[in-house]
């Protein structure tokens, strides 16, 4: 179905902000309204953003609404548990995956929510403590086990398992469960046995009982592990994606939820692949977009810029060859949902700050010559929702000047 792009009447005077989970997906609700969508089930939306904290109050309040939803999330995460796992088994980060995966679940029986519970568990702080729950997780003697039935405790377990043994054929690298994570266990199991990241997903989906409409995307399809580096505008160059937005200084894990209160050194100008042992711009590698993802934008009636860290939660999804290409040919609503506070990656920015950030990393406006675009940043995002009392200001004189016109209000002028 062909879905015209939205307009208000090109009211951007008349600026209504949104607040909190509810009231937001209440207006992609009105926007499909709007479009002449009379069922919610028939549209269908694909989210670029983060699996963790900033986005899971939306996912909550979005499956009341519609399940039609792919999500396409990055796979380079090198923060947290995840780190732990991919310095010992290697291959992709999982975490911010298997957040958006329990998020999904259902949650309709006491057995479905024991699941849940299960895989959303963490093992406690301190080393020893946590090595000592697993082993009961594992051997099947957590009180965490009583509600869930034997075929999936079984089938949880034999996967726990496989990852206990990956870890014990390591045993040189020392692994830490502390804080880890047995839903990325149970993931990092998975991944490994299949050699398969597509295939993880498939087995936790199913475990998890996700709608089948609804679609967990990895935005590069691999087996390998990826490493995320930022080029600032004064030349340097940061290594990782915890070092660009939590670093921890060897202070030991921040909490994400509240940042990280180092400021930058100078802004970031792009975000780029870098090969595992590299360090500067000659180590920069090029993986290609999971052609899933490219299948999805192709057809879906909304493409949505989720909210998050803007340089290593949304820009790792878009600078990928092809993602830029499919979403300028379509002619369809693609809606920015502006933050609501700076952090570190974008200190003093303005809407069309974001605006534009999202602009370069499509056009790849920063890397090989050869391979950039020269779109303008209305084939990019035409709708921005903007948050009540939000600390980043809607300049709309320049959003404007960008070709936006509709900064989101809950009536048609």
Same mark, same amino acid.
């Given at each position: ?14 600026? +209504? ?40 109050? /939306? /996912? ?10 792919? +999500? ?45 519970? &299960? ?15 697993? *082993? ?25 398992? *496989? ?37 993880? !997903? ?35 160059? !940061? ?48 993986? &290609? ?12 009636? %909304?493409?949505?810029?989720? &909210? ?6 949304? %820009? ?25 506070? +700076? ?22 406006? *920063? ?12 084939? *990019? ?23 936006? +016109? ?8």
């Amino acid at each position: 179905m062909l879905i015209h792009a939205l307009r208000f009447s090109q009211c951007v005077h008349q600026l +209504h902000s949104i607040d909190g989970a509810q009231e937001l997906v209440g207006r992609i609700e009105f926007l499909a309204y709007a479009l002449k969508m009379e069922d919610m089930g028939a549209f269908l939306l694909i989210w670029f953003g983060i699996g963790g904290t900033a986005f899971n109050g /939306v /996912v909550e309040e979005l499956k009341k609404l519609t399940t039609r939803v792919a +999500h396409v999330l990055p796979v380079s995460d090198d923060g947290g548990s995840t780190a732990e796992i991919v310095r010992v088994l290697g291959g992709p980060a999982v975490g911010d995956i298997r957040s958006r995966c329990l998020r999904l679940a259902d949650q309709s029986t006491a057995e479905a929510v024991a699941v849940k519970r &299960m895989l959303g568990h963490r093992l406690p702080l301190p080393a020893k403590e946590a090595k000592s729950e697993w *082993y009961d997780i594992v051997e099947g003697e957590h009180p965490l086990w009583e509600e869930v039935s034997i075929p999936y405790r079984e089938t949880i377990r034999a996967f726990l398992v *496989y990852f206990q043994q990956q870890i014990l054929m390591r045993a040189r690298e020392k692994f830490c469960f502390s804080n880890g994570s047995i839903g990325n266990f149970f993931f990092a199991g998975a991944r490994t046995f299949f050699q398969s990241l597509e295939a993880a !997903i498939f087995l936790f989906s199913r475990v998890s009982d996700i709608p089948k409409e609804s679609l967990v995307l990895p935005v590069i399809s691999t087996n390998d592990r990826l490493t995320l580096g930022c080029e600032l505008w004064d030349g340097r160059i !940061i290594r990782g994606q915890n070092e660009i937005s939590h670093p921890t200084n060897g202070s030991g894990p921040i909490d994400k939820c509240k940042g990280s209160g180092q400021a930058l050194p100078s802004r970031i100008k792009r975000v780029f692949y870098m090969s595992s042992e590299g360090c500067n711009l000659l180590h920069e590698v090029f993986p &290609m977009p999971n052609p899933v993802v490219l299948d999805q934008l192709r057809s879906v009636d %909304c493409i949505i810029y989720a &909210m998050g860290s803007l340089f290593t939660s949304i %820009c790792p999804s878009l600078v990928l060859t092809g993602i830029g290409e499919t979403i300028a040919s379509r002619n369809c609503s693609k809606i920015l949902l502006l933050n609501g506070s +700076h952090d570190r990656e974008t200190s003093g920015f303005s809407a069309s700050c974001f605006v534009t950030a999202i602009t370069d990393a499509l056009n790849r406006t *920063y890397g090989n010559p050869s391979n950039s675009l020269s779109n303008p940043p209305d084939k *990019y995002v035409n709708t921005i929702f903007v948050p009540r009392n939000g600390e980043i200001p809607a300049d709309l004189d320049a959003l404007r000047s960008q070709g936006i +016109h509709v900064v989101v209000s809950s009536h048609v002028c």
